[in-house]
Protein backbone atom coordinates (compact mmCIF):
# COMPACT_ATOMS: atom_id res chain seq x y z
CA UNK A 1 0.00 0.00 0.00
CA UNK A 2 2.46 2.26 1.04
CA UNK A 3 5.04 1.24 -1.67
CA UNK A 4 2.23 2.05 -4.67
CA UNK A 5 1.50 5.31 -2.82
CA UNK A 6 5.49 6.33 -3.60
CA UNK A 7 5.40 5.04 -6.88
CA UNK A 8 2.55 7.02 -7.45
CA UNK A 9 4.52 10.07 -6.11
CA UNK A 10 7.83 9.14 -7.91
CA UNK A 11 6.01 8.93 -11.27
CA UNK A 12 4.02 12.41 -10.74
CA UNK A 13 7.53 13.88 -9.75
CA UNK A 14 8.99 12.58 -12.79
CA UNK A 15 6.16 13.81 -14.91
CA UNK A 16 6.74 17.45 -13.49
CA UNK A 17 10.14 17.58 -13.92
CA UNK A 18 10.14 16.75 -17.41
CA UNK A 19 7.09 19.60 -17.84
CA UNK A 20 9.95 21.78 -16.89
CA UNK A 21 12.95 20.36 -18.64
CA UNK A 22 10.29 20.87 -21.59
CA UNK A 23 9.81 24.13 -21.06
CA UNK A 24 13.08 25.08 -20.32
CA UNK A 25 13.96 23.99 -23.56
CA UNK A 26 11.05 25.24 -25.46
CA UNK A 27 12.18 29.25 -23.41
CA UNK A 28 15.90 28.73 -24.21
CA UNK A 29 14.91 27.57 -27.89
CA UNK A 30 12.68 30.50 -28.52
CA UNK A 31 15.31 32.90 -27.37
CA UNK A 32 18.05 31.73 -29.16
CA UNK A 33 16.33 31.33 -32.13
CA UNK A 34 14.88 34.90 -32.36
CA UNK A 35 18.51 36.38 -31.40
CA UNK A 36 20.60 34.05 -33.72
CA UNK A 37 18.28 32.67 -36.48
CA UNK A 38 16.81 29.12 -36.12
CA UNK A 39 20.14 28.06 -38.57
CA UNK A 40 22.50 30.26 -36.66
CA UNK A 41 22.12 27.52 -33.39
CA UNK A 42 22.45 24.41 -32.79
CA UNK A 43 20.64 21.89 -30.77
CA UNK A 44 23.69 20.79 -28.57
CA UNK A 45 23.82 24.47 -27.44
CA UNK A 46 19.99 24.65 -26.63
CA UNK A 47 20.34 21.55 -24.87
CA UNK A 48 23.62 23.03 -22.75
CA UNK A 49 21.90 26.46 -22.07
CA UNK A 50 19.08 24.74 -20.82
CA UNK A 51 21.25 23.20 -18.63
CA UNK A 52 19.96 19.53 -20.01
CA UNK A 53 22.05 17.10 -22.17
CA UNK A 54 21.58 16.54 -26.22
CA UNK A 55 20.11 13.07 -25.06
CA UNK A 56 17.44 15.21 -22.99
CA UNK A 57 16.32 17.02 -25.80
CA UNK A 58 15.30 14.25 -28.32
CA UNK A 59 13.32 12.91 -25.35
CA UNK A 60 10.93 15.68 -25.58
CA UNK A 61 11.50 16.90 -29.74
CA UNK A 62 11.85 14.15 -32.50
CA UNK A 63 14.19 16.97 -34.13
CA UNK A 64 15.55 20.67 -34.19
CA UNK A 65 12.59 21.04 -37.10
CA UNK A 66 10.19 19.94 -34.54
CA UNK A 67 11.62 21.77 -31.63
CA UNK A 68 11.80 24.96 -33.98
CA UNK A 69 7.88 24.70 -34.83
CA UNK A 70 6.89 24.19 -31.19
CA UNK A 71 9.67 27.04 -29.93
CA UNK A 72 7.86 29.30 -32.71
CA UNK A 73 4.53 28.31 -31.28
CA UNK A 74 5.26 29.05 -27.71
CA UNK A 75 7.33 32.22 -28.35
CA UNK A 76 4.37 33.74 -30.72
CA UNK A 77 1.71 32.77 -27.40
CA UNK A 78 3.75 34.61 -25.37
CA UNK A 79 4.39 37.58 -28.22
CA UNK A 80 0.75 38.11 -28.64
CA UNK A 81 -0.18 37.95 -24.60
CA UNK A 82 2.40 40.78 -24.36
CA UNK A 83 1.41 42.35 -27.06
CA UNK A 84 -2.36 42.12 -25.94
CA UNK A 85 -1.38 43.32 -22.30
CA UNK A 86 0.45 46.00 -23.28
CA UNK A 87 -1.30 47.62 -25.97
CA UNK A 88 -4.28 46.95 -23.84
CA UNK A 89 -2.32 49.45 -20.85
CA UNK A 90 -1.65 52.03 -24.00
CA UNK A 91 -5.46 51.85 -25.32
CA UNK A 92 -6.76 49.75 -28.33
CA UNK A 93 -6.09 52.02 -30.96
CA UNK A 94 -3.78 51.82 -34.41
CA UNK A 95 -1.63 54.51 -33.13
CA UNK A 96 -1.16 52.44 -29.77
CA UNK A 97 -0.49 48.97 -31.41
CA UNK A 98 2.46 50.81 -34.15
CA UNK A 99 3.61 52.56 -30.73
CA UNK A 100 4.56 49.39 -29.36
CA UNK A 101 5.21 47.00 -32.24
CA UNK A 102 7.70 49.52 -33.82
CA UNK A 103 9.50 51.36 -31.12
CA UNK A 104 13.51 51.31 -30.67
CA UNK A 105 13.47 49.68 -27.66
CA UNK A 106 11.84 46.36 -29.65
CA UNK A 107 14.00 46.65 -32.45
CA UNK A 108 17.29 45.92 -30.08
CA UNK A 109 15.82 43.04 -28.01
CA UNK A 110 14.89 40.41 -30.67
CA UNK A 111 14.94 37.67 -28.22
CA UNK A 112 12.10 39.02 -26.66
CA UNK A 113 9.79 40.14 -29.10
CA UNK A 114 7.36 38.89 -31.97
CA UNK A 115 9.31 35.45 -33.32
CA UNK A 116 7.61 36.22 -36.81
CA UNK A 117 9.26 39.68 -36.59
CA UNK A 118 12.65 37.73 -35.98
CA UNK A 119 12.51 34.99 -38.67
CA UNK A 120 10.46 36.72 -41.21
CA UNK A 121 12.57 35.65 -43.96
CA UNK A 122 13.69 32.48 -42.55
CA UNK A 123 10.40 30.26 -42.37
CA UNK A 124 9.95 30.05 -46.09
CA UNK A 125 13.07 27.93 -45.97
CA UNK A 126 11.89 25.04 -43.07
CA UNK A 127 8.84 23.25 -43.13
CA UNK A 128 5.59 22.72 -43.30
CA UNK A 129 4.17 23.08 -40.09
CA UNK A 130 6.06 26.08 -38.29
CA UNK A 131 4.83 27.70 -42.17
CA UNK A 132 1.10 27.12 -40.58
CA UNK A 133 2.20 28.26 -37.21
CA UNK A 134 3.30 31.21 -38.92
CA UNK A 135 -0.22 31.77 -41.16
CA UNK A 136 -1.82 31.88 -37.65
CA UNK A 137 0.50 34.31 -36.01
CA UNK A 138 -0.39 36.57 -38.74
CA UNK A 139 -3.79 35.84 -39.14
CA UNK A 140 -4.18 36.75 -34.84
CA UNK A 141 -2.26 39.75 -35.91
CA UNK A 142 -4.07 41.04 -38.59
CA UNK A 143 -7.46 39.93 -36.71
CA UNK A 144 -6.37 42.63 -33.59
CA UNK A 145 -5.81 45.12 -36.23
CA UNK A 146 -8.78 44.76 -37.75
CA UNK A 147 -10.89 45.20 -34.61
CA UNK A 148 -9.12 48.90 -34.26
CA UNK A 149 -9.27 50.44 -37.76
CA UNK A 150 -12.83 52.44 -38.52
CA UNK A 151 -15.73 50.45 -38.56
CA UNK A 152 -17.35 52.78 -41.25
CA UNK A 153 -13.99 50.71 -43.52
CA UNK A 154 -15.70 48.32 -45.74
CA UNK A 155 -15.02 45.13 -44.41
CA UNK A 156 -12.53 43.73 -47.43
CA UNK A 157 -11.22 46.57 -47.08
CA UNK A 158 -10.04 46.60 -43.64
CA UNK A 159 -9.04 43.11 -43.83
CA UNK A 160 -6.64 44.55 -46.72
CA UNK A 161 -5.25 47.29 -44.57
CA UNK A 162 -4.81 45.28 -41.21
CA UNK A 163 -2.65 42.81 -43.41
CA UNK A 164 -1.05 45.50 -44.73
CA UNK A 165 -0.15 46.68 -41.81
CA UNK A 166 1.07 43.47 -40.03
CA UNK A 167 3.51 42.75 -43.28
CA UNK A 168 4.85 46.35 -43.07
CA UNK A 169 5.89 46.11 -39.64
CA UNK A 170 7.45 43.12 -39.92
CA UNK A 171 9.43 44.23 -42.31
CA UNK A 172 10.29 47.19 -41.38
CA UNK A 173 11.24 45.81 -38.17
CA UNK A 174 13.55 43.45 -40.19
CA UNK A 175 14.99 46.47 -42.27
CA UNK A 176 15.24 48.67 -39.16
CA UNK A 177 17.42 45.74 -37.71
CA UNK A 178 19.53 44.89 -40.60
CA UNK A 179 20.57 48.76 -41.12
CA UNK A 180 21.22 49.50 -37.27
CA UNK A 181 24.69 48.20 -37.41
CA UNK A 182 25.71 50.72 -40.17
CA UNK A 183 23.26 53.71 -39.95
CA UNK A 184 21.35 54.04 -36.35
CA UNK A 185 19.47 57.16 -37.85
CA UNK A 186 18.34 55.51 -40.64
CA UNK A 187 17.06 52.65 -38.98
CA UNK A 188 15.22 54.82 -36.34
CA UNK A 189 13.99 57.03 -39.05
CA UNK A 190 12.48 54.25 -40.95
CA UNK A 191 10.31 52.89 -38.23
CA UNK A 192 8.75 56.53 -37.88
CA UNK A 193 7.82 56.90 -41.01
CA UNK A 194 6.34 53.32 -41.41
CA UNK A 195 4.55 54.38 -38.45
CA UNK A 196 3.23 57.38 -39.70
CA UNK A 197 2.12 56.20 -43.24
CA UNK A 198 0.36 53.38 -41.91
CA UNK A 199 -1.44 55.60 -39.64
CA UNK A 200 -2.31 57.72 -42.18
CA UNK A 201 -3.18 54.98 -44.60
CA UNK A 202 -5.38 53.78 -41.95
CA UNK A 203 -7.07 56.94 -41.23
CA UNK A 204 -7.80 57.80 -45.33
CA UNK A 205 -9.11 53.88 -46.27
CA UNK B 1 61.97 38.06 -75.31
CA UNK B 2 60.18 35.38 -75.86
CA UNK B 3 60.37 33.65 -72.49
CA UNK B 4 59.40 37.35 -70.59
CA UNK B 5 56.56 37.86 -73.18
CA UNK B 6 55.12 34.07 -72.35
CA UNK B 7 55.10 34.76 -68.85
CA UNK B 8 53.17 38.10 -69.47
CA UNK B 9 50.68 35.82 -70.61
CA UNK B 10 50.88 33.25 -68.35
CA UNK B 11 50.85 36.16 -65.77
CA UNK B 12 47.71 37.14 -67.54
CA UNK B 13 45.90 34.20 -68.07
CA UNK B 14 46.30 33.40 -64.16
CA UNK B 15 44.40 36.75 -63.10
CA UNK B 16 41.68 36.03 -65.70
CA UNK B 17 41.46 32.53 -64.16
CA UNK B 18 41.26 34.08 -60.61
CA UNK B 19 39.01 36.86 -61.42
CA UNK B 20 36.77 34.16 -62.98
CA UNK B 21 36.93 32.07 -59.88
CA UNK B 22 36.21 35.22 -57.61
CA UNK B 23 33.25 35.43 -59.87
CA UNK B 24 31.68 32.07 -59.72
CA UNK B 25 32.20 31.88 -55.73
CA UNK B 26 29.82 35.51 -55.44
CA UNK B 27 27.53 34.14 -57.81
CA UNK B 28 27.10 30.53 -56.03
CA UNK B 29 27.20 32.07 -52.98
CA UNK B 30 24.81 34.71 -53.70
CA UNK B 31 22.46 32.06 -54.79
CA UNK B 32 22.81 29.25 -51.78
CA UNK B 33 22.49 32.60 -49.18
CA UNK B 34 19.30 33.59 -50.73
CA UNK B 35 17.89 30.07 -51.04
CA UNK B 36 18.71 28.46 -48.06
CA UNK B 37 20.17 31.05 -45.69
CA UNK B 38 23.42 32.99 -44.85
CA UNK B 39 23.61 30.70 -41.80
CA UNK B 40 21.75 27.99 -43.57
CA UNK B 41 25.06 26.93 -46.21
CA UNK B 42 28.71 26.19 -45.21
CA UNK B 43 31.63 27.89 -47.31
CA UNK B 44 32.86 24.18 -48.19
CA UNK B 45 29.49 23.40 -50.12
CA UNK B 46 29.51 27.08 -51.66
CA UNK B 47 33.00 26.49 -53.11
CA UNK B 48 32.44 22.81 -53.76
CA UNK B 49 29.37 24.24 -55.88
CA UNK B 50 31.35 26.65 -57.78
CA UNK B 51 33.62 23.47 -58.65
CA UNK B 52 36.81 25.05 -56.71
CA UNK B 53 38.47 23.72 -53.30
CA UNK B 54 37.70 25.39 -49.77
CA UNK B 55 41.18 26.83 -49.97
CA UNK B 56 40.51 28.22 -53.28
CA UNK B 57 38.02 30.46 -51.73
CA UNK B 58 39.80 31.80 -48.88
CA UNK B 59 42.39 32.78 -51.50
CA UNK B 60 39.40 35.51 -52.40
CA UNK B 61 37.59 36.10 -49.24
CA UNK B 62 38.70 36.67 -45.47
CA UNK B 63 35.94 34.57 -43.98
CA UNK B 64 32.32 33.73 -44.67
CA UNK B 65 31.39 37.08 -43.44
CA UNK B 66 33.39 38.95 -46.14
CA UNK B 67 32.11 36.51 -48.68
CA UNK B 68 28.21 37.29 -47.23
CA UNK B 69 29.20 41.02 -47.32
CA UNK B 70 30.63 40.78 -51.02
CA UNK B 71 27.90 38.33 -52.16
CA UNK B 72 25.41 40.61 -50.89
CA UNK B 73 26.24 43.78 -52.69
CA UNK B 74 26.72 41.55 -56.23
CA UNK B 75 23.16 40.58 -55.30
CA UNK B 76 21.67 44.11 -55.15
CA UNK B 77 23.58 45.13 -57.88
CA UNK B 78 22.53 42.46 -60.24
CA UNK B 79 18.55 43.07 -58.67
CA UNK B 80 18.66 46.36 -58.87
CA UNK B 81 19.66 46.32 -63.21
CA UNK B 82 17.13 43.53 -63.54
CA UNK B 83 14.46 45.51 -61.74
CA UNK B 84 15.28 48.53 -63.69
CA UNK B 85 15.23 46.69 -66.94
CA UNK B 86 12.05 45.11 -66.02
CA UNK B 87 10.20 48.19 -64.56
CA UNK B 88 11.49 50.31 -67.60
CA UNK B 89 9.57 47.70 -69.86
CA UNK B 90 6.46 47.99 -67.73
CA UNK B 91 6.45 51.48 -67.61
CA UNK B 92 7.90 53.99 -64.27
CA UNK B 93 5.46 53.95 -62.10
CA UNK B 94 4.29 52.80 -58.39
CA UNK B 95 1.80 50.15 -59.66
CA UNK B 96 4.40 48.48 -62.30
CA UNK B 97 7.20 48.72 -59.57
CA UNK B 98 4.56 46.71 -57.37
CA UNK B 99 3.82 44.27 -60.00
CA UNK B 100 7.32 43.25 -60.36
CA UNK B 101 7.77 43.21 -56.78
CA UNK B 102 4.84 41.53 -55.58
CA UNK B 103 4.33 38.82 -57.98
CA UNK B 104 3.99 35.39 -57.22
CA UNK B 105 6.69 34.00 -59.67
CA UNK B 106 9.30 36.74 -57.74
CA UNK B 107 8.23 34.78 -54.54
CA UNK B 108 8.59 31.42 -55.90
CA UNK B 109 12.31 32.73 -56.79
CA UNK B 110 13.99 33.24 -53.72
CA UNK B 111 17.46 32.88 -55.18
CA UNK B 112 17.36 35.05 -58.01
CA UNK B 113 15.49 37.59 -56.63
CA UNK B 114 16.35 40.90 -54.26
CA UNK B 115 18.85 39.87 -51.36
CA UNK B 116 17.43 42.56 -49.15
CA UNK B 117 14.03 40.55 -49.32
CA UNK B 118 15.85 36.88 -48.94
CA UNK B 119 17.94 37.91 -45.93
CA UNK B 120 15.77 40.72 -44.32
CA UNK B 121 15.43 39.34 -40.68
CA UNK B 122 19.14 37.76 -41.06
CA UNK B 123 21.07 40.54 -41.79
CA UNK B 124 20.95 42.06 -37.91
CA UNK B 125 22.97 39.12 -37.05
CA UNK B 126 25.78 39.60 -38.83
CA UNK B 127 28.28 42.27 -39.22
CA UNK B 128 28.71 45.85 -39.92
CA UNK B 129 30.01 45.45 -43.15
CA UNK B 130 27.09 43.76 -44.91
CA UNK B 131 24.57 45.91 -42.67
CA UNK B 132 26.04 48.93 -44.68
CA UNK B 133 25.27 47.07 -48.22
CA UNK B 134 22.05 46.38 -46.77
CA UNK B 135 21.14 50.33 -45.98
CA UNK B 136 22.52 51.35 -49.32
CA UNK B 137 20.51 49.26 -51.01
CA UNK B 138 17.24 50.25 -49.12
CA UNK B 139 18.12 53.83 -49.92
CA UNK B 140 18.56 52.83 -53.50
CA UNK B 141 15.13 51.41 -53.99
CA UNK B 142 13.38 54.12 -52.01
CA UNK B 143 14.91 55.94 -54.11
CA UNK B 144 13.49 54.77 -57.62
CA UNK B 145 10.26 55.00 -55.47
CA UNK B 146 10.63 58.79 -55.18
CA UNK B 147 11.15 59.17 -58.65
CA UNK B 148 8.02 57.83 -59.73
CA UNK B 149 5.59 58.93 -56.58
CA UNK B 150 3.53 61.97 -57.44
CA UNK B 151 5.43 65.31 -57.40
CA UNK B 152 3.19 67.25 -56.06
CA UNK B 153 3.14 65.28 -52.44
CA UNK B 154 5.71 67.48 -50.37
CA UNK B 155 9.30 65.99 -50.13
CA UNK B 156 9.16 64.88 -46.78
CA UNK B 157 5.70 62.84 -47.10
CA UNK B 158 7.09 61.41 -50.41
CA UNK B 159 10.52 60.00 -48.83
CA UNK B 160 8.55 58.68 -45.89
CA UNK B 161 5.67 57.00 -48.20
CA UNK B 162 8.74 55.53 -50.46
CA UNK B 163 10.63 54.05 -47.43
CA UNK B 164 7.22 52.56 -46.46
CA UNK B 165 6.89 51.24 -49.46
CA UNK B 166 9.84 49.14 -49.88
CA UNK B 167 9.84 48.18 -46.01
CA UNK B 168 6.22 46.73 -47.23
CA UNK B 169 7.41 45.30 -50.16
CA UNK B 170 10.19 43.24 -48.05
CA UNK B 171 7.95 42.46 -44.77
CA UNK B 172 5.28 41.11 -47.58
CA UNK B 173 7.70 38.76 -49.99
CA UNK B 174 9.25 37.58 -46.32
CA UNK B 175 5.39 36.93 -44.95
CA UNK B 176 4.24 35.55 -48.50
CA UNK B 177 7.39 33.04 -48.81
CA UNK B 178 6.49 32.07 -44.67
CA UNK B 179 2.92 31.52 -45.10
CA UNK B 180 2.92 29.65 -48.92
CA UNK B 181 3.99 26.03 -47.41
CA UNK B 182 0.72 25.55 -45.26
CA UNK B 183 -1.47 27.86 -46.91
CA UNK B 184 -0.52 29.42 -50.68
CA UNK B 185 -3.99 30.64 -50.88
CA UNK B 186 -2.96 33.41 -47.87
CA UNK B 187 -0.12 33.82 -49.55
CA UNK B 188 -1.09 35.24 -52.79
CA UNK B 189 -3.99 37.10 -50.71
CA UNK B 190 -1.44 39.36 -49.37
CA UNK B 191 0.87 39.74 -52.16
CA UNK B 192 -2.67 41.63 -53.74
CA UNK B 193 -3.45 43.50 -50.09
CA UNK B 194 -0.23 44.83 -50.00
CA UNK B 195 -0.16 46.54 -53.46
CA UNK B 196 -3.54 47.54 -53.18
CA UNK B 197 -2.97 49.20 -50.00
CA UNK B 198 0.24 50.76 -51.24
CA UNK B 199 -0.68 51.87 -54.50
CA UNK B 200 -4.25 53.69 -52.79
CA UNK B 201 -1.61 54.95 -50.14
CA UNK B 202 0.61 56.67 -52.89
CA UNK B 203 -2.42 57.96 -54.62
CA UNK B 204 -4.05 59.84 -51.59
CA UNK B 205 -0.99 60.90 -49.89
Known sequence: MLSSFLEIIVVYVKREQSDENREALLATASRLFRERGIDGVGVAEIAREAGLTHGALYAHFR????????????GLALSREAFRGKAARRKHSVS?????????????QPGVGCPMTA???EIGRH??????????????????FETVLDEAIPGDERR????????????????ARAVAKSDPSL??????????????ASETA
Open 63 to 74: SKDDLATEAFSQ
Open 160 to 175: RLAMTIVAAEIGAMAV
Open 119 to 121: SAS
Open 96 to 108: GYLDYLLSPLRRD
Open 187 to 200: SDEILKAVKAVLLK
Open 127 to 144: GKGISARFAKGFQDKASA
